[in-house]
């Protein structure tokens, strides 16, 4: 099911790596006093009560220039605008209210989307207090005190955050089209391949990187069945510093992938795969989704027997962590091969949704331990009891053991293999969770 997605949104120096680290429940950003520091994950999945939503973190870099730091806040709300459900406006206590805050507060006030307005560093609300009432002024609701470092009004403030969730989040469920993400790097040739597709120009492409603004969903029929595209092109190029558009690039991509059942990663062959390509097939990995990887332009690249070799290999390396994903080679310009996608789909979304019997997941696994014995550490040997699949997208399997710490990631690996290499599951990644159990 598609989770809410939260983004937060403030000046440099209010502390929203720390807020963001503390609901994700690990030191994920990087925290520093230097404004724009945040650098590493800006999403995380966060639970509050039975609700699990999406966070992500809309940092991106702080110049010092006081208007430059304002065009910066207005792309971050953009952003924040474009793809939240609920959008945490945090404020510093001890800076106060600033020219800035009150500008982006009339702009998310103006996008009609729910925010919550959360005053950070109050680490006393009994003397703080006062302070905090001053930033009614905004007129985008009720200020909530809290403290991340010391992390006091927390619950209160999750607890409004949830108040706000869509209703239609569930229902949106109802939509039974397989839905298929296209992510990559700006001008990669997502819009092109969709309005190919599609056979008209349904979404606006140009030379310029990021001319789509934002995400935006498509209906296609082909061969008498029905997928909704979602085209994450968009962003619009107000900043030059490229390690900002690609971190915003990779936040559209987050709330894509969210959505989709399969995920195309476009890749652009005249540049070879990329490290911000390996992050943003990153983000669909984790979210165990079905993986197709679209190497684009391939009619601009010139051609010897061992040219597609060559390419297959580099991608492998580069997004070693899925070996799974189907590669297809083709051009959204001319067409070449952009039928195959849709095959391609099929074959994924069936191996998303994959079920093994209990029986034959058992002898499997017998008949692994039988040809590879399991790891032992200090005279104690791993013992593998039972194995049993208990979800899909992805396929997540329980093996119950006798010690979790003696089974290595290496065996988890080679258990893996020997599952896929006798059902396949192309295109999708798989899940296995270790538990123990005495005796047996």
Same mark, same amino acid.
């Given at each position: ?14 502390? #929203? ?38 966070? !992500? ?29 609920v959008i945490i406006f ?30 950070? %560093?109050?680490?006393?609300?009994? %003397? ?18 809290? +403290? ?79 997928? !909704? ?21 990779? !936040? ?36 165990? #989704? ?41 051009s959204a310009k001319t ?28 002898? !499997?696994? +017998? ?74």
């Amino acid at each position: 099911m598609s989770k809410p997605v939260v983004a937060v949104v403030g000046r440099p120096n209010v502390g #929203k790596s720390t807020l963001f680290n503390l609901l994700a429940g690990e030191r994920i950003s990087i925290v520093q006093d230097t404004p724009g520091v945040t650098r590493d994950r800006i999403y995380a999945d966060v639970s509050w009560l039975d609700k699990a939503f999406t966070l !992500i973190d809309t940092g991106g870099i702080e110049p010092d220039s006081s208007d430059i730091i304002l065009s910066q806040m207005r792309e971050q709300a953009q952003i924040a605008i474009d793809t939240a459900d609920v959008i945490i406006f945090l404020t510093d206590v001890r800076q106060g209210l600033v020219d800035a805050d009150s500008k982006v507060a009339d702009m998310l006030r103006r996008s009609r989307k729910p925010v919550v307005l959360v005053v950070n %560093k109050v680490d006393s609300f009994e %003397k703080l207090m006062p302070d905090v009432y001053e930033f009614y002024n905004l007129g985008i609701g009720d200020p909530i005190p809290i +403290s991340a470092a010391s992390r006091l009004g927390i619950g209160d403030m999750l607890d409004q955050i949830i108040k706000h969730f869509p209703e239609d989040k569930l229902g949106e469920e109802e939509d039974d089209r397989p839905k298929v993400a296209v992510v990559g790097k700006p001008n990669v040739g997502k819009s092109s391949l969709i309005n190919h597709l599609v056979g008209e120009d349904r979404v606006i492409v140009s030379e310029i990187a990021g001319t789509t603004r934002d995400a935006i969903d498509t209906g296609i029929s082909y061969e008498g069945r029905e997928y !909704i595209f979602i085209d994450t092109a968009g962003l619009r190029r107000k900043s030059k510093i490229k390690e900002e558009l690609e971190k915003f690039s990779i !936040i559209r991509a987050v709330t894509a992938v969210e959505r989709a059942d399969v995920v195309i990663i476009m890749i652009d062959a005249t540049e070879g795969v990329t490290e911000q390509d390996a992050k943003i097939a990153g983000i669909a990995h984790d979210r165990g #989704k079905g993986i197709i990887i679209a190497v684009n332009k391939w009619d601009a690249i010139e051609k010897d027997d061992k040219t597609i070799y060559k390419h297959t290999e580099r991608i492998r390396e580069v997004l070693s962590f899925m070996p799974y994903a189907e590669i297809l080679f083709i051009s959204a310009k001319t067409g070449q091969r952009t039928r195959k996608i849709f095959d391609m789909i099929d074959v994924v979304l069936e191996n998303n949704s994959m079920r093994i019997a209990t029986g034959v997941l058992n002898e !499997i696994m +017998s008949e692994a331990v039988a040809m590879q014995q399991p790891p032992s550490d200090k005279g104690k040997r791993l013992k593998l009891y039972y194995m049993t699949q208990v979800a899909v997208k992805p396929p997540t399997f329980v093996v119950f053991v006798n010690d979790k710490k003696l089974m290595h990631f290496s065996y988890t690996r080679y258990l893996e293999n020997r599952i896929r290499g006798a059902f396949g599951f192309q295109g999708t990644s798989l899940k296995f969770i270790i538990r123990e159990r005495k005796g047996g």
